[in-house]
């Protein structure tokens, strides 16, 4: 499967300059046949908006803003499936308001609306959790796997204040069998700075860790088929976490967009960008040649 991850620094709030920073981006890489082309979270509107008065004019009616439409129009140009993040207005009365991500299919149809269950604090200045009662897994026909989606914070444990071990989202992802897991981010470093610039260029290895620990049911889940010799070849589950880069004000984000595959109890991670990349990630998890194994385990991630 050949995915790519537009990572990239919106400007807060500038729509048709972060449309062309992204379509710049597209242009300079020139992918071709690619299965599934991801952008971050909130990805033309800039993610830290202060309040609902600071986000209001970039709301989107549901599945037919200017984020959507870029989608469906990327999709079928490339021949892809695309997913986009965006502010979402629902069509409700009284209306709702989420933060939300469209999956596109390569005909420009919509073929998933997710929306995000577990805030974090500067989504609770205007946007509802979603309204599943629980994450969930889909099968998407055209990308021949059963998919679970999440934005962000959905990775953590809810509200910062659920047991650590709960793992809901991966917890969730395992029991269902999902085999693609998408996340689409606006994931925050810890730091108050810019990244000094031979930091910059590199994936911050904390936060891939960080990332890999959310994952543990996952990798609890494809390690049994080497205790169960009755359990046949176990299958891979491919994880692609699109982050963006760049600042925001105070908000400084990791970048570092990631695709890794889980398979016997281990991660191989097929590609990572740097902290402060703007460019497409684009990998084939079929070239495992390539890919090096990522060699942390739980008791080093928490160690």
């Known amino acids: 499967m050949r995915i790519g991850c537009l990572q990239f620094a919106p400007a807060l709030g500038d729509v048709a300059g972060n449309i062309e920073r992204a379509d710049a981006i597209l242009a300079k890489a020139a992918p071709h046949h690619l299965d599934l082309l991801m952008l971050p979270e909130l990805a033309f509107t800039g993610y830290n908006h202060p309040s609902l008065a600071a986000i209001e004019p970039y709301l989107e009616s549901t599945a037919v803003g200017p984020s959507t439409a870029w989608a469906i129009a990327a999709a079928r140009r490339l021949g892809c499936h695309v997913s986009v993040g965006y502010p979402e207005k629902s069509t409700a009365t009284p209306r709702v308001l989420y933060n939300a ?13 997710y ?5 974090y604090y500067t989504d609770e200045t205007w946007a509802q959790e979603g309204d599943d009662a629980d994450f969930t897994t889909r099968h998407v026909e055209g990308l021949g796997h059963d998919v679970a989606m999440g934005i962000c914070m959905d990775l953590n444990p ?8 709960t793992y809901e989202f991966s917890s969730q992802a395992a029991a269902s069998r999902a085999s693609l897991i998408l996340v689409t981010m606006a994931w ?5 700075s810019p990244w000094p610039p031979n930091e910059a260029s590199m994936p911050d290895m904390s936060t891939l860790g960080y990332w890999f620990e959310r994952l543990q049911p996952l990798l609890t889940a494809s390690g049994r ?6 359990a046949g070849a176990a299958k891979e589950v491919l994880v692609a976490m699109c982050n963006r880069s760049g600042a925001e004000g105070s908000a400084i984000y990791a970048g570092s967009s990631t695709v890794m595959g889980i398979v016997d109890g281990r ?11 703007e460019e497409l990630l684009v990998v084939d998890s079929s070239e495992k040649q390539d890919a090096a194994e990522l060699r942390m385990r739980v008791a080093a991630c928490q160690g």
Do not use: M
């Open 115 to 119: 929306r995000k269950r577990f805030l």
């Open 267 to 277: 991660a191989i991670l097929y590609g990572a960008l740097g902290r402060d990349a």
């Open 101 to 113: 991500v469209v999956l596109v299919s390569p005909e420009g149809l919509v073929v998933w609306h």
């Open 158 to 165: 809810y509200r910062f204040q659920s047991a650590w071990d």
């Open 225 to 230: 088929s080497l205790d169960d010799p009755t």
């Open 188 to 192: 925050n470093a810890t730091r108050d």
